[in-house]
């Protein structure tokens, strides 16, 4: 601090906390000052343990609509102590990762700066006499992104609060927190259970193209590395193809033209990245002038000759290997056989290797044309090897896209780098403008409800399996008699003993007490039976709702319009239902006999679909003034039209 006559030798290093003032001593200025440090260093030391710089204490409150942030007033921890900030609104980038924050600086001030430090002590010698400046503190909201340099850059130091990754908020753990609980609860929850996530954060692609991929991670939250990170809205990202490719060297084919001489070939490895080489065997007819000589060598006008089909002249056909041959792409008549005359013309037929290009050109297959019948096609070509990614978010609420190893046959799934929750895995076979395969496969927390199903489910099929087991023990073997334990199935009282009274009874498969029955007949007599009771208050309720006036002076800004969204419920039911055999149960009495029908329900399952149908949503816009027009409405970032309703 420069500031004249100001003198402070405060030094946390010396460990001193308290000045002891002496009598007959003369008081210093630069002990006043030490004496406010030791007082600050001791809050600073305590609010350290507790908050971290950056920690919202209240208010604070940050609205973002299509790269417009609206900052509220509030609380934050800052350099030891909670500092005020004022409302502020700004705009930031919509494409990149912004960091959303304030700026906070201290400045000293003195009595040509703030009249108001002058001596106001009416009547005394010092009235309106300099005295001690003072050390003022200023908070800016801001935000700083790569590349980009905030207005308020230059107005101090910058302390993170929100992160917004392309112009979606990352809502960190509510406020306030107290960062050594905090750091000690992190740490517990991550080496207990590791990253995780609590609700929501379902992966959906969008929409796929050549260009890139757009996904989009529903709202939700999450603990990675013990930190709680949480999505307000929907968050989409932007991902470019960068897919792998193989190159394919001569692949062949046999040429079956259609009867337009046309041939659509089915690549064997796809999807087609780029076509380099068709190289095909074509066949020509031209005219050539032989040599001035009999016996000369004749150049044919094509590369990589293959055969000489046929040479004439006028009504003569001459034999190959008799008259002529094939020599280094030339028409050698060295031969003993007839030729033509020196200097005239005669036409030839030849096959020789050339390169086509293909038309109608997709990812799977080629046309091609000018080829022989029945001749080799070499297609040499790139193709998308299939690939896995996985999709991840860290603990500042980034989400990323991790690219694994490129197989034509086995791809290999990446593994998340230290610090990142794997939300969903992607499988990309890069067909067309098709969405890739995405599974969400993300951790998640286990709620109580569910383990308690679990545990019920387990036990009914130990219950099952007892039951199975002593069912065929009974069938496979004497039931009188099982290793000198005697066996009862409980199917009826075959095997109890009828020269002894018995006071069980047997229902179900089932042991069970007799149950004794008295009926009376009521039919005659109209009055209603009760069981003894006593009136008995369950819930009451002494105390009754009041009303005050919130703002009794009606100060407020107009109202805007009500905007509301019609959802859409696709509601439809499917139902698998398996049922046992009919069995029933006859029971006989010395008095009366009857019959029951049993039917037991196998197993129920309900499970949500993927994909509901597609719906078109509805909007309604309420409360506008007279005259007052839309300029647009947005829905997820996609601009919708409205209609006068």
């Known amino acids: 601090m420069t500031l004249s006559g100001y003198y402070d030798r405060f030094n946390s290093e010396k460990?001193?906390?308290?000045?002891?003032?002496?009598?007959?001593?003369?008081?210093?200025?630069?002990?006043?000052?030490?004496?406010?440090?030791?007082?600050?260093?001791?809050?600073?030391?305590?609010?350290?343990?507790?908050?971290?710089?950056?920690?919202?204490?209240?208010g604070c409150?940050?609205?973002?609509?299509?790269?417009?942030v609206t900052l509220e007033k509030g609380k934050v921890y800052l350099d030891g102590a909670i500092r005020d900030v004022h409302e502020g609104s700004f705009?930031?980038?919509?494409?990149?990762?912004?960091?959303?924050g304030i700026y906070y600086k201290e400045q000293t001030l003195t009595e040509l700066e703030d009249p108001e430090l002058r001596?106001?002590?009416?009547?005394?010698?010092?009235?309106?006499?300099?005295?001690?400046?003072?050390?003022?503190?200023?908070t800016n909201w801001g935000y700083q992104a790569e590349g980009i340099t905030s207005d308020n850059e230059e107005s101090g130091k910058f302390y993170t609060i929100y992160n917004v990754e392309k112009g979606v908020l990352v809502q960190k753990a509510p406020a306030p927190q107290l960062d050594s609980v905090s750091t000690a609860l992190a740490r517990y929850d991550n080496e207990s259970n590791g990253s995780y996530v609590v609700n929501g954060m379902e992966v959906t692609c969008l929409t796929a193209d050549d260009e890139e991929q757009i996904f989009s991670v529903n709202e939700g939250k999450a603990h990675v590395n013990g930190q709680e990170v949480g999505l307000p809205h929907s968050s989409r990202s932007v991902f470019r193809n960068e897919y792998d490719v193989q190159r394919v060297e001569s692949d062949p084919y046999i040429f079956e033209p259609d009867a337009l001489g046309k041939m659509t070939i089915h690549l064997n490895y796809t999807p087609l990245d780029e076509v380099i080489t068709v190289d095909v065997t074509a066949e020509k007819r031209v005219n050539l002038t032989h040599g001035s000589y009999l016996g000369a060598l004749d150049p044919i006008p094509s590369t990589a000759v293959l055969d000489i089909i046929q040479i004439k002249q006028g009504n003569t056909i001459y034999v190959k290997g008799t008259d002529y041959k094939l020599t280094a792409g030339q028409v050698d008549w060295s031969l003993s056989g007839a030729e033509p005359s020196p200097g005239s013309s005669y036409e030839?037929?030849?096959?020789?290797?050339?390169?086509?290009?293909?038309?109608?050109?997709?990812?799977?297959?080629?046309?091609?044309?000018?080829?022989?019948?029945?001749?080799?096609?070499?297609?040499?070509?790139?193709?998308?090897?299939?690939?896995?990614?996985?999709i991840t978010i860290d603990a500042e609420g980034i989400i990323r896209r991790i690219k694994g190893l490129a197989h034509p046959w086995t791809p290999v799934v990446p593994k998340a780098p230290s610090g990142q929750l794997v939300l969903a895995q992607v499988y990309q076979d890069w067909t067309g403008n098709t969405k890739p395969k995405v599974t969400n496969n993300a951790i998640r927390v286990v709620q109580m409800a569910d383990i308690e199903s679990m545990k019920n489910m387990i036990m009914d099929l130990y219950y099952l399996i007892a039951q199975l087991e002593l069912?065929?023990?009974?069938?496979?073997?004497?039931?009188?008699?099982?290793?000198?334990?005697?066996?009862?199935?409980?199917?009826?009282?075959?095997?109890?003993?009828?020269?002894?009274?018995?006071?069980?009874?047997?229902i179900d498969e089932k042991l069970?007490?007799?149950?004794?029955?008295?009926?009376?007949?009521?039919?005659?007599?109209?009055?209603?039976?009760?069981?003894?009771y006593t009136l008995e208050a369950v819930i009451s309720q002494e105390l009754q709702t009041g009303?005050?006036?919130?703002?009794?002076?009606?100060?407020?800004?107009?109202?805007?319009?009500?905007?509301?969204?019609?959802?859409?419920?696709?509601?439809?039911t499917e139902v698998q239902t398996q049922w046992l055999s009919t069995i029933t149960n006859v029971y006989y009495s010395t008095r009366s006999s009857g019959s029951s029908s049993t039917n037991q329900l196998v197993s129920k399952s309900t499970k949500n679909i993927a994909y509901m149908r597609q719906q078109t949503p509805k909007f309604t816009v309420e409360g506008m003034k007279p005259g007052e027009r839309i300029q647009k409405i947005k829905f997820n970032g996609i601009e919708v039209t409205a209609r006068e309703a």
């Open 15 to 58: 460990k001193y906390i308290k000045s002891l003032f002496l009598a007959g001593k003369g008081l210093q200025s630069a002990e006043l000052n030490e004496i406010q440090d030791y007082a600050s260093d001791a809050i600073k030391r305590i609010g350290d343990a507790l908050f971290a710089d950056g920690d919202v204490i209240s």
């Open 61 to 68: 409150e940050c609205i973002i609509d299509d790269g417009s």
């Open 512 to 532: 069970l007490l007799p149950i004794t029955t008295e009926v009376h007949d009521f039919a005659e007599d109209q009055q209603v039976y009760m069981l003894p």
């Open 547 to 572: 009303s005050m006036k919130i703002n009794p002076y009606n100060a407020f800004d107009p109202i805007p319009a009500d905007l509301s969204i019609v959802l859409n419920i696709d509601h439809w």
């Open 91 to 100: 705009v930031i980038p919509t494409d990149i990762s912004v960091r959303i």
């Open 348 to 390: 030839i037929i030849y096959r020789h290797r050339t390169q086509v290009t293909p038309t109608n050109i997709t990812d799977t297959s080629i046309d091609i044309t000018g080829a022989v019948d029945g001749s080799m096609v070499l297609v040499t070509y790139t193709w998308k090897m299939p690939r896995y990614d996985i």
């Open 471 to 506: 069912k065929n023990d009974v069938n496979a073997n004497d039931p009188t008699s099982k290793k000198g334990v005697f066996v009862d199935p409980f199917f009826d009282d075959d095997m109890r003993d009828q020269g002894i009274e018995q006071t069980g009874a047997i």
């Open 119 to 138: 001596d106001p002590a009416v009547g005394t010698r010092n009235y309106q006499e300099a005295g001690a400046a003072r050390l003022q503190y200023i």
